[in-house]
């Protein structure tokens, strides 16, 4: 069965937006909190759309588990290293100013040891005092749009359906595409991908083994809550 982030690769960057108000967000954290940062690991980088966007004042390297993401990601971002890895068990032997997890990355974790996992990679790749930026969506975004109708996506010649079912702490986002094989005739390809739902509450539990909390946001410029769309934090990794 075919991988289903390479399944999504292809369609990835076309059916999302420009992640520009992420890499916004991500920029003005470096320059409150590390203005001084050159080294930025991403775990989960996916197809490089945000590292593409943080610039060329920065040494980058990206970590994604799915061959076809990367295949992208080495076209988009020529001058960043990517390595293919899982993010819960990668070990690179090195360090960095900031650590990634971004784009709900971490919910594709499907178990909370794997969440607890992710964090201390997150911690042994950190510098004393570098920073960790996570984001994730909360119960309140999976409630949302398990309650949409699907949304159907034209990419190329072929469509691209997508819907999600919630039944906590999972859920499934499943995918149909049709591809054009004429004309007249399509090809019908499924699969799904599932994320989990953690407490904030938990998360924050978890940072504390390594981290101090620098700053919590949701989606409305809040604090990041179960109900919010998405919650956003920023931990400093504490000394060694």
Sequence with gaps: MTDPYDFFAPYYDAINEEPSERIALILSYLEDH?????????LGCGTGAVLAGLGSGYELVGVDRSSGMLEV???RVPTAMFHQHD???????????VVLCVCDTINHVT???GWQQVIERAASHLEPGGLF???????GRFLDVADSTPWAHEVDDNTLVMWCEFEEPLATWHLRLFERMSDNQFRRHDTRITELSVPTSIVLDMLGNFFELVTTSDTEGGIANDASHRGVIVARRLAR
């Excluded at 930026?133 to 119960?139: C, K």
């Design 34 to 42: 590390h203005p001084t940062a050159r080294r930025i690991l991403e």
């Design 87 to 97: 993010i819960a068990t990668v070990q690179l032997d090195e360090t960095f100013d």
């Design 111 to 113: 178990t909370t040891e």
């Design 133 to 139: 930026i996570l984001d994730f969506n909360t119960r």
């Design 73 to 75: 990601a080495r076209r």
